[in-house]
């Protein structure tokens, strides 16, 4: 672990027995265990004399220099896990392995993406994962650039996605370099962000480094999916891989755990509860892991004919499937008599209602004896300083499995449980809820015609103009879109995996921009049109990464909803002006973001995007939005700011 | 806090029109100046949930198109159920409130036929 000092270091190489390199070794080790051989009697310990001159960095001129750096071994590490990308603000703590990856690795498998805060860099790697369905590397400091990232990485830890965390330290107090160094060192760099990953290491040595490497990509792929940490210190980074270590490293297998199942009772059980239910309802949240996960919902909904909830944590189910009744959530919670919930944040909040009033109450939102039956991973894991594991629900079956992995097992289980005469019931039951489906859609598009001129722009009216530009492409909507009343899943047809990506999980905003673009950047490959409605507060907290974007040439057509507040907050201080019964009309200090108002469109030009607007008359919506994926076709970013209504 | 927001639209334009207990009797509204209700909308913040035409969004039910009745409304609007905060007679006057049902009662109908909507 520690850095030697240069005269340390040469005479350890002569010193040392060279060995042949071990089979399966990368190429940066085979190299170093090919050193010259050592002159026979000089690897004895300095002298004091020797030692004091080891001091002074002017006596020593030898041995500055390496050709294997043990940041090359590294590098060969996170190729054999497949890391695309690694997102980073540039600092001197990973400076070792900053370089490996641009010049041994050929800035290649991983790509380093250069970024300008440590926020955009995990937000990123957020949302390329959910896209993508890998891990996207991050380099960061230990102490200073963690501690910026600290928010993004809450986010991914509440979302239950897995993202690769590598944090670069000093270690050695004396090889310290004095001043920045010291004030970028920490003893233990993983203790400020230990509450909200899933696992971490400070590995000693590269041997070390290669099993905790691949054993942290493997917990993060486990459900629950969460970020993980690995401490890179600066001596492993840039010192050579010495003779006597060079034989013991290798890179050792990856096997990723199968997700766990559910129970095969536990899973008999709700099979029997919901087909003995006359008005099961299904609930799903952070379901779809994957795009199986969207089939395996429809296999077990279709085999019930019951109505799917989707609370959109992930891309669950098409809008346009006739089951999906996400629109008559309500109705459907207050009648159902059993409620299955597939990776729910939260249950209790699913079936109880609670009122933010000055006097907190909540009630119940389900009939007495509703049975409640749970799949959720997160029971396998549960961290306590941080709640964001919401109020206790009262279930009745809980399966502690991953919902994805446990479907096939449920459904089958249905189906064999399945009478004749349920199958009618249920085909009846399909009957009502296809009507049913027909008339949210028509009465959505209604909706939609309300303030359908207005200025500022209804958010109707741009999901509605943007939808139109976009429909006829391959398109993916990188950024979350509840605050825009949810018009995109009203009017819009989402049927693939990468059409809708969930929420930041942990609600800390400034996920918003970033997570955009590393969306973007995932969808890159596959030539995807990527679409993001962007908060305006949310632009605000970072929006170096639009510099990122047309750095990298990631394109991503980006609207502005622009509604010159943070609104959200603008709403939290009304109420408790109302409630105190003053001020009522003082509800913009503090939370508007006007005089002078921001022009988003200018300081996207200023980082390089093609940028529009602002935009106040919904006529110029279309022409400015056939303009911008003009540009984002040719592989760019693009920016159309649009003065919106609130939500 | 979000999901909060989200779940009361679920619920709140049911109880736009029945949730007081007792429901009060019927009245007529106190003679209300919309372009004056305009400014006092905006002022006292119906449109950070209804919107600033008052046609409705995630966190409070569309109001314009509905002709709501008086009665209904402005007993709502002091004793709300759900997420709505409460308007006291003290903050928001009955004759300001007349002047803000004045104008959600002026907003013009929805769009007919647009073509982006029929697709």
């Given at each position: 672990m520690a850095r030697k000092l240069s005269v340390d270091r040469r005479n350890f190489l002569k010193g040392a027995a060279v060995t042949g390199a071990a089979a399966l070794v990368p190429d940066a080790v085979t190299a170093a265990a090919q050193a010259p051989p050592a002159e026979a009697g000089q690897a004895a310990r300095p002298a004091a004399a020797t030692a004091a001159r080891e001091a002074d960095p002017v006596v020593e001129v030898a041995g500055e220099t390496t050709a294997r750096p043990g940041g090359d071994f590294m590098v060969d590490v996170l190729k054999s896990l497949n890391i695309e990308y690694v997102a980073s603000n540039p600092g001197s703590s990973f400076r070792g392995i900053h370089e490996s990856i641009i010049n041994y690795g050929g800035n290649t498998m991983p790509e380093f993406i250069t970024c300008c805060h440590e926020e955009s860099s995990v937000a990123m790697a957020h949302a390329y994962f959910k896209v993508e369905g890998k891990p996207m590397a991050v380099l960061a400091h230990g102490t200073v650039g963690l501690q910026h990232a600290a928010m993004a990485i809450y986010n991914a830890y509440c979302d239950r996605v897995p993202v690769y965390l590598m944090a670069g330290n000093s270690l050695d107090a004396t090889m310290r370099r004095p001043g920045v160094e010291w004030a970028h060192s920490v003893q233990d760099a993983a203790a400020m962000v230990r509450d909200f990953i899933k696992w971490d290491d400070n590995p000693y040595s590269l041997p070390h480094f290669a099993e905790s490497a691949v054993r942290a990509y493997k917990i993060a792929m486990t459900p629950p999916m969460m970020p993980v940490l690995i401490v890179l210190d600066g001596g492993l980074q840039e010192d050579p891989i010495s003779p006597e270590v060079a034989p013991r490293l290798r890179v050792p297998k990856l096997t990723l755990a199968a997700p766990p199942q559910g129970d095969s009772g536990a899973v008999a059980e709700a099979a029997r509860l919901l087909v003995n239910a006359q008005n099961p309802v299904i609930v799903a949240d952070r379901l779809a892991r994957t795009p199986a996960g969207i089939q395996r919902l429809i296999e077990l909904a279709e085999a019930l004919q019951a109505p799917v909830i989707d609370q959109r944590g992930r891309m669950n189910i098409p809008s346009r499937h006739p089951l999906n009744q996400s629109e008559s959530a309500g109705q459907q919670i207050a009648n159902a008599d059993v409620i299955l919930g597939l990776e729910l944040t939260d249950f209790w909040g699913t079936v109880n209602a609670f009122r933010d009033a000055l006097h907190r109450s909540s009630r119940s939102r389900i009939r007495p004896g509703t049975r409640l039956i749970s799949i959720n991973s997160v029971d396998l894991f549960a961290k306590s300083n941080f709640q964001d594991f919401q109020r206790y629900p009262e279930v009745d079956v809980a399966m502690a499995a991953d919902a994805e992995a446990t479907l096939p097992a449920l459904t089958e289980a249905v189906k064999r449980l399945t009478t004749d005469d349920r199958r009618r019931a249920f085909q009846e039951r399909r009957t009502r809820l296809e009507e049913a489906h027909a008339r949210a859609r028509q009465a959505s598009k209604a909706e939609a015609a309300h303030a359908w001129d207005a200025s500022p722009i209804s958010t109707a009216r741009m999901a509605a103009e943007l939808w139109n530009v976009i429909r006829a492409e391959d398109w993916s909507l990188v950024s979350e879109s509840g605050n825009t009343s949810g018009w995109a899943f009203r009017l819009w047809d989402f049927e693939k995996h990468h059409q809708h990506l969930g929420d930041s999980g942990g609600a800390g905003v400034g996920y918003g921009a970033p997570a955009a673009v590393g969306g973007a950047l995932a969808n890159k490959k596959h030539g995807r049109i990527s679409v993001n409605i962007q908060g305006d507060g949310d632009f605000l907290y970072a929006p170096g990464v639009w510099w990122t974007a047309a750095h990298h040439r990631i394109p991503i057509l980006t609207v502005m909803h622009n509604n010159r507040a943070y609104h959200q907050e603008v709403m939290h201080i009304q109420r408790m002006a109302n409630w105190h019964q003053r001020g009522i009309d003082r509800h913009h200090i503090g939370t508007t973001i006007t005089n002078p108002n921001v022009d988003f469109a200018k300081i996207a030009q200023g980082m390089g995007v093609y940028a529009e607007g602002p935009i106040t008359n919904p006529r110029d919506l279309a022409p400015a939005f056939q303009r911008a994926l003009a540009v984002v076709k040719k592989g760019e970013p693009a920016l159309v700011d649009v003065v919106t209504q609130p939500r | 806090m979000k999901k909060l927001f989200g779940a009361a639209v679920l619920l709140l334009a049911a109880a736009v029109a029945t949730a007081q207990e007792p429901k009060p009797a019927a009245q007529a509204a106190p003679a209300g100046n919309a372009e004056t209700g305009a400014t006092l909308w905006r002022n006292v913040g119906?449109?950070?949930?209804?919107g600033y035409e008052a046609q409705g969004g995630a966190a409070g039910p569309r109001l314009s198109g509905r002709n709501l009745p008086w009665t209904g409304f402005s007993a709502y609007v002091r004793r709300p159920a759900n997420q709505m905060p409460l308007y006291t007679e003290k903050v928001l006057p009955t004759t300001d409130l007349a002047h803000i049902y004045a104008y959600v009662q002026s907003r013009p109908a929805p769009a007919q036929n647009v073509p982006l909507l029929q697709k």
């Amino acid at each position: 672990m520690a850095r030697k000092l240069s005269v340390d270091r040469r005479n350890f190489l002569k010193g040392a027995a060279v060995t042949g390199a071990a089979a399966l070794v990368p190429d940066a080790v085979t190299a170093a265990a090919q050193a010259p051989p050592a002159e026979a009697g000089q690897a004895a310990r300095p002298a004091a004399a020797t030692a004091a001159r080891e001091a002074d960095p002017v006596v020593e001129v030898a041995g500055e220099t390496t050709a294997r750096p043990g940041g090359d071994f590294m590098v060969d590490v996170l190729k054999s896990l497949n890391i695309e990308y690694v997102a980073s603000n540039p600092g001197s703590s990973f400076r070792g392995i900053h370089e490996s990856i641009i010049n041994y690795g050929g800035n290649t498998m991983p790509e380093f993406i250069t970024c300008c805060h440590e926020e955009s860099s995990v937000a990123m790697a957020h949302a390329y994962f959910k896209v993508e369905g890998k891990p996207m590397a991050v380099l960061a400091h230990g102490t200073v650039g963690l501690q910026h990232a600290a928010m993004a990485i809450y986010n991914a830890y509440c979302d239950r996605v897995p993202v690769y965390l590598m944090a670069g330290n000093s270690l050695d107090a004396t090889m310290r370099r004095p001043g920045v160094e010291w004030a970028h060192s920490v003893q233990d760099a993983a203790a400020m962000v230990r509450d909200f990953i899933k696992w971490d290491d400070n590995p000693y040595s590269l041997p070390h480094f290669a099993e905790s490497a691949v054993r942290a990509y493997k917990i993060a792929m486990t459900p629950p999916m969460m970020p993980v940490l690995i401490v890179l210190d600066g001596g492993l980074q840039e010192d050579p891989i010495s003779p006597e270590v060079a034989p013991r490293l290798r890179v050792p297998k990856l096997t990723l755990a199968a997700p766990p199942q559910g129970d095969s009772g536990a899973v008999a059980e709700a099979a029997r509860l919901l087909v003995n239910a006359q008005n099961p309802v299904i609930v799903a949240d952070r379901l779809a892991r994957t795009p199986a996960g969207i089939q395996r919902l429809i296999e077990l909904a279709e085999a019930l004919q019951a109505p799917v909830i989707d609370q959109r944590g992930r891309m669950n189910i098409p809008s346009r499937h006739p089951l999906n009744q996400s629109e008559s959530a309500g109705q459907q919670i207050a009648n159902a008599d059993v409620i299955l919930g597939l990776e729910l944040t939260d249950f209790w909040g699913t079936v109880n209602a609670f009122r933010d009033a000055l006097h907190r109450s909540s009630r119940s939102r389900i009939r007495p004896g509703t049975r409640l039956i749970s799949i959720n991973s997160v029971d396998l894991f549960a961290k306590s300083n941080f709640q964001d594991f919401q109020r206790y629900p009262e279930v009745d079956v809980a399966m502690a499995a991953d919902a994805e992995a446990t479907l096939p097992a449920l459904t089958e289980a249905v189906k064999r449980l399945t009478t004749d005469d349920r199958r009618r019931a249920f085909q009846e039951r399909r009957t009502r809820l296809e009507e049913a489906h027909a008339r949210a859609r028509q009465a959505s598009k209604a909706e939609a015609a309300h303030a359908w001129d207005a200025s500022p722009i209804s958010t109707a009216r741009m999901a509605a103009e943007l939808w139109n530009v976009i429909r006829a492409e391959d398109w993916s909507l990188v950024s979350e879109s509840g605050n825009t009343s949810g018009w995109a899943f009203r009017l819009w047809d989402f049927e693939k995996h990468h059409q809708h990506l969930g929420d930041s999980g942990g609600a800390g905003v400034g996920y918003g921009a970033p997570a955009a673009v590393g969306g973007a950047l995932a969808n890159k490959k596959h030539g995807r049109i990527s679409v993001n409605i962007q908060g305006d507060g949310d632009f605000l907290y970072a929006p170096g990464v639009w510099w990122t974007a047309a750095h990298h040439r990631i394109p991503i057509l980006t609207v502005m909803h622009n509604n010159r507040a943070y609104h959200q907050e603008v709403m939290h201080i009304q109420r408790m002006a109302n409630w105190h019964q003053r001020g009522i009309d003082r509800h913009h200090i503090g939370t508007t973001i006007t005089n002078p108002n921001v022009d988003f469109a200018k300081i996207a030009q200023g980082m390089g995007v093609y940028a529009e607007g602002p935009i106040t008359n919904p006529r110029d919506l279309a022409p400015a939005f056939q303009r911008a994926l003009a540009v984002v076709k040719k592989g760019e970013p693009a920016l159309v700011d649009v003065v919106t209504q609130p939500r | 806090m979000k999901k909060l927001f989200g779940a009361a639209v679920l619920l709140l334009a049911a109880a736009v029109a029945t949730a007081q207990e007792p429901k009060p009797a019927a009245q007529a509204a106190p003679a209300g100046n919309a372009e004056t209700g305009a400014t006092l909308w905006r002022n006292v913040g119906c449109w950070q949930c209804h919107g600033y035409e008052a046609q409705g969004g995630a966190a409070g039910p569309r109001l314009s198109g509905r002709n709501l009745p008086w009665t209904g409304f402005s007993a709502y609007v002091r004793r709300p159920a759900n997420q709505m905060p409460l308007y006291t007679e003290k903050v928001l006057p009955t004759t300001d409130l007349a002047h803000i049902y004045a104008y959600v009662q002026s907003r013009p109908a929805p769009a007919q036929n647009v073509p982006l909507l029929q697709k």
